[in-house]
Nanobody, 126 residues
Framework: QVQLVESGGGLVQAGGSLKLSCAASGLTFSDYAMGWFRQAPGKERAFVAAISRSGGIINYADTVKGRFTISRDYAKKTVYLQMSSLKPEDTADYYC???????????????????WGQGTQVTVSS
């Protein structure tokens, strides 16, 4: 069955960096756009970043643009989220998702994602 397994979360000071990974199995990785979402305590899950099947289209939430970078490794079937200049408001559980779709689409809507990981916690201290 399809599995998405996130890793790399942890506790970091404001201004620091973390790199999240999401390893996919049970699916044809190149058939899926991949995305990262986050859910802070008491808030709804929100879009962070997405990368198209081709890797050529990338989409970021305004709140992370310029600080976060999404990438994917087809050989490792893994999608990454490099997070820099972290702020306390980045504290959340981070989830990766897989979305079937067109080759040049990096979806920001949760409804387009068919599969989800279990999440990894990121805490940014001030």
């Amino acid at each position: 069955q399809v599995q998405l397994v996130e890793s790399g979360g942890g506790l970091v000071q404001a201004g620091g960096s973390l790199k999240l990974s999401c390893a996919a199995s049970g699916l044809t990785f190149s058939d899926y756009a991949m995305g990262w979402f986050r859910q802070a305590p008491g808030k709804e899950r929100a879009f962070v970043a997405a990368i198209s099947r081709s890797g050529g289209i990338i989409n970021y939430a305004d709140t992370v643009k310029g600080r976060f970078t999404i990438s994917r490794d087809y050989a490792k079937k893994t999608v990454y989220l490099q997070m820099s200049s972290l702020k306390p408001e980045d504290t959340a559980d981070y989830y990766c998702g897989a979305a079937r779709g067109t080759f040049w689409h990096a979806p920001s809507a949760q409804s387009e994602y068919a599969f989800w990981g279990q999440g990894t916690q990121v805490t940014v201290s001030s």
